[in-house]
């Protein structure tokens, strides 16, 4: 299980646009102060140290570097996924992060950043489900439910598989969608039997399975994939100094060692 955690940990890491860049090419933002946001229910990209309760995770590790690369300091702030993305569009914070999938609705509202990390969506259903073994499966039974948080990709996945043949906009049914504040409390419930599945990109599906021996499975094909960057508001000027740090950090290894560190080591204490 700890090999197939890290492979599939490093499997996750996208091409990075830009060239590969040197410390001494990289841009200098001459001790800028980059007010960062995230919400820290994502464990491992972002969450509260159950023993300190400083946020931590992939993402604040890989900002925290990025910002150390271009000379530039980050203050920290938190906000709930539901106002993040409109927040960053209206210039509260500089960049946002959440495990947020690259779309062209979101596009629309933000600039991304490279992708940082790309994986693809799994059905995660607890380890003695025998029924749920792909979404005909699930959707065919009335009695599954799934948990999800309101506008996150996970989310509108869920609504399209429950509702097939059904455009952006038709009226859906979302009856069997439990929603969550958190993305956590969704496992949570799922392992407690409240849900039936969650869906969720295969790292955190796998590193979840690592953390709870004998309590969760994967079930079937991949879903759908997904790649996830870093937000900036419209026409920002931090996006190509970003992309230059993400292309060093995947050229040096240190991407590679964030996965091992977060998806690896982290998880399989838990």
Do not use: C
């Not at 993305?85 to 509202?109: L, N």
């Not at 065919?140 to 399209?160: I, M, V, W």
């Amino acid at each position: 299980m700890k090999n197939l955690l890290l492979a599939i940990a490093a499997s996750a890491l996208a091409l990075v646009a830009a060239p590969p860049a040197s410390a001494a090419d990289l841009p200098d933002l001459k001790g800028r102060t980059i007010i960062a946001v995230t919400e820290n229910a994502y464990t491992p990209l972002n969450f509260a140290d159950p023993k300190s309760g400083k946020g931590i995770g992939w993402e604040y590790d890989a900002t925290n570097e990025i910002a150390k690369r271009l000379n530039a300091k980050v203050d920290w702030k938190t906000s709930s996924w539901d106002v993040m993305i409109q927040a960053v569009h209206d210039g509260q914070y500089d960049i946002g992060m959440d495990g947020i999938s690259i779309t062209d609705e979101r596009k629309a509202q933000v600039d991304f950043s490279d992708a940082y990390m790309s994986s693809k969506e799994y059905m995660l259903v607890r380890a003695d489900n025998t029924e749920i073994k792909d979404p005909a499966s699930f959707v065919a039974n009335p009695k599954f439910l799934t948990g999800a948080q309101t506008g996150t990709t996970n989310f509108y996945d869920a609504e399209s598989m429950l509702n097939p043949g059904k455009g952006e906009n038709d009226k859906k049914d979302d009856s069997r969608i439990k929603l969550f504040d958190t993305f956590g409390a969704s496992v949570q419930a799922l392992k407690a039997g409240d849900i039936d599945m969650v869906l969720m990109d295969g790292t955190t599906a796998n590193g979840y399975i690592g953390a709870n021996p004998g309590a969760f499975k994967t079930v079937g094909e991949p879903t759908s994939s997904d790649a996830f960057g870093f937000i900036f508001k419209k026409g920002s000027d931090l996006v190509a100094p970003v992309n230059a740090a993400l292309a060093s950090m995947k050229a040096d290894g240190t991407l590679d060692a964030l996965n091992k560190k977060w998806f690896f080591d982290y998880m399989s204490k838990q």
